[in-house]
């Protein structure tokens, strides 16, 4: 059971856009930080947004981040079937379990 | 570039200890910044954060499973390293070595991963 839930699933066409939610609360989202990561199939996560909103260099401006109270969203548009992979959403959780904590992750398939 | 590499054994009997090690190059540990760090993939594919370690060697470990991780690091080689003792079937999973940014104000906090290794699969088994 992860600490921040996410959409098991979501889906869209080549060229349309997509949004995937990841959900916390007042310990995690609420007061930090949020990444996402892509994962390709067979590959590591690789670093898409951080801080909410900010692409690493290399990350093309299609992928976009924001968030508001306990709940972040990945944008993605103008779809590519190179896309289709797993996101993950990453964030440090200030409770008396404090830690880095990740939620459970999104396939997305590009139709 | 900064790269990352994990090595270690693949089998680990249960009750044993887990023990990995991951290389740095292209950049040096003891520059200091950054929080290096474990993370494994259950095969199902959730993620969970394990801990992480400072070059000076200031450790913070993951709550549920701080009475069995250790992490250390040695900057002469440029590498450090993640134990897990204990194991049982539920710890097969593939484990990553990853460079950790983090910052704290004490009223918000910033922990991201923007480099990883390629990650290695450990099985628990007899």
Same mark, same amino acid.
């Given at each position: 059971?992860?600490?921040?839930?996410?959409?098991?699933?979501?889906?869209?066409?080549?060229?349309?856009?997509?949004?995937?939610?990841?959900?916390?609360?007042?310990?995690?989202?609420?007061?930090?930080?949020?990444?996402?990561?892509?994962?390709? /199939?067979?590959?590591?996560?690789?670093?898409?947004?951080?801080?909410?909103?900010?692409? /690493?260099?290399?990350? /093309?401006?299609?992928?976009?981040?924001?968030?508001?109270?306990?709940?972040?969203?990945?944008?993605?548009?103008?779809?590519?079937?190179?896309?289709e992979a797993d996101y993950y959403?990453?964030?440090?959780?200030?409770?008396?379990?404090?830690?880095?904590?990740?939620?459970?992750?999104?396939?997305?398939?590009?139709? | 570039?900064?790269?990352?590499?994990?090595?270690?054994?693949?089998?680990?009997?249960?009750?044993?200890?887990?023990?990995?090690?991951?290389?740095?190059?292209?950049?040096?540990?003891?520059?200091?910044?950054? @929080?290096?760090?474990?993370?494994?993939?259950?095969?199902?594919?959730?993620?969970?954060?394990?801990? @992480?370690?400072?070059?000076?060697?200031?450790?913070? @470990?993951?709550?549920?499973?701080?009475?069995?991780?250790?992490?250390?690091?040695?900057?002469?080689?440029?590498?450090?390293?993640?134990?897990?003792?204990?194991?049982?079937?539920?710890?097969?999973?593939?484990?990553?070595?990853?460079?950790g940014n983090y910052a704290s104000?004490?009223?918000?906090?910033?922990?991201?991963?923007?480099?990883?290794?390629?990650?290695?699969?450990?099985?628990?088994?007899?």
């Amino acid at each position: 059971q992860s600490v921040l839930t996410q959409p098991p699933s979501v889906s869209a066409a080549p060229g349309q856009k997509v949004t995937i939610s990841c959900s916390g609360s007042s310990s995690n989202i609420g007061i930090n930080y949020v990444s996402w990561y892509q994962q390709l /199939p067979g590959t590591a996560p690789k670093l898409l947004i951080y801080d909410n909103n900010k692409r /690493p260099s290399g990350i /093309p401006d299609r992928f976009s981040g924001s968030k508001s109270g306990t709940s972040a969203t990945l944008g993605i548009t103008g779809l590519q079937t190179g896309d289709e992979a797993d996101y993950y959403c990453g964030t440090w959780d200030s409770s008396l379990s404090a830690g880095g904590v990740f939620g459970g992750g999104t396939k997305l398939t590009v139709l | 570039q900064v790269q990352l590499q994990e090595s270690g054994p693949g089998l680990v009997k249960p009750s044993q200890t887990l023990s990995l090690t991951c290389t740095v190059s292209g950049g040096s540990i003891s520059s200091g910044g950054y @929080y290096w760090s474990w993370i494994r993939q259950y095969p199902g594919k959730g993620l969970e954060w394990l801990g @992480y370690i400072y070059y000076s060697g200031s450790t913070y @470990y993951n709550p549920s499973l701080k009475s069995r991780v250790t992490i250390s690091v040695d900057t002469s080689k440029n590498h450090f390293s993640l134990k897990l003792s204990s194991v049982t079937a539920a710890d097969t999973a593939v484990f990553y070595c990853a460079r950790g940014n983090y910052a704290s104000s004490g009223y918000w906090a910033q922990y991201y991963f923007d480099y990883w290794g390629q990650g290695t699969l450990v099985t628990v088994s007899s």
